[in-house]
């Protein structure tokens, strides 16, 4: 059973770029986040997507967006990169029929590092 | 909103005891987890707590609970050279698909 996979594992962009980062889910997830971890921080909530539309943003600006594919994988797109943006890019997949109000277990993946120079 | 501080470093010698203290401000929060990050690897829940308990124990792990204070610990008995890594606590807000990490506190197990 293959957990939750991202590619690239790593690139490096120069500012002003686009990227764009891929997440399949655990097989039998259909909800997939994603999350920013900075060197020396703890991930932040970038956003979730769910039956292929984005359920719940953090607060991140419009350059960060997403999608979310019929096979329930996604991609994160970045445009206009800052050096600021260099971080390790979580994916993390969850079962919705899991509900708000029980454990949401996620699964995350090894990440996106994304160094913009 | 959600913010939740953790110490940086702890270092611990194999087989004896460590403990990790968390807090968080987000007295909504339903659930709190420990999860941990090996060196290039992504997160990996660990244990995580209900909100109306006081003390969780898995195995080698122990959480206890003061939402008095807001305060999550983590406690690693007979910790072993595998257990190095950087452990993060998280809450999940009341009504939120979303988790709020702690900055993460990294865990060195001397042989």
């Known amino acids: 059973d293959a957990g939750v996979t991202q590619s690239p594992t790593h690139l490096i962009k120069t500012r002003g770029q686009q990227v764009t980062l891929r997440c399949s889910p655990k097989?039998?997830?259909?909800?997939v986040s994603w999350y920013q971890q900075a060197l020396g921080q703890g991930p932040q909530f970038i956003f979730q997507?769910?039956?292929?539309?984005?359920?719940q943003r953090g607060n991140f600006p419009d350059r960060f967006s997403g999608h979310q594919f019929p096979n329930y994988s996604s991609e994160l797109n970045v445009n206009a990169l800052l050096l600021g943006d260099s971080a390790l890019y979580l994916c993390?997949?969850?079962?919705?029929?899991?509900?708000?109000?029980?454990?949401?277990?996620?699964?995350f993946g090894e990440g996106s590092r994304l160094t913009v120079l | 909103g959600e913010d939740v501080e953790q110490s940086l470093f702890l270092s611990v010698r194999e087989g004896d005891s460590s403990v990790i203290n968390c807090t968080y401000t987000?007295?909504?929060?339903?659930?709190l987890y420990w999860y941990k990050q090996e060196p290039g690897a992504g997160l990996q829940l660990l244990t995580y707590?209900?909100?109306?308990?006081d003390m969780k124990q898995d195995q080698r792990l122990t959480v206890l609970l003061n939402k008095k204070d807001k305060h999550l610990s983590l406690r690693i008995a007979d910790t072993q050279t595998g257990d190095s890594a950087i452990y993060f606590c998280?809450?999940?807000?009341?009504?939120?698909?979303?988790?709020?990490f702690g900055k993460g506190n990294q865990v060195v197990v001397i042989p």
């Open positions: 993390a997949s969850s079962s919705a029929g899991t509900g708000l109000q029980t454990v949401g277990e996620l699964f």
């Open positions: 097989s039998g997830h259909d909800t």
């Open positions: 997507y769910y039956e292929e539309e984005e359920r």
């Open positions: 987000d007295s909504s929060s339903t659930y």
């Open positions: 707590i209900f909100s109306n308990m």
């Open positions: 998280a809450e999940r807000p009341y009504g939120n698909n979303r988790l709020a």
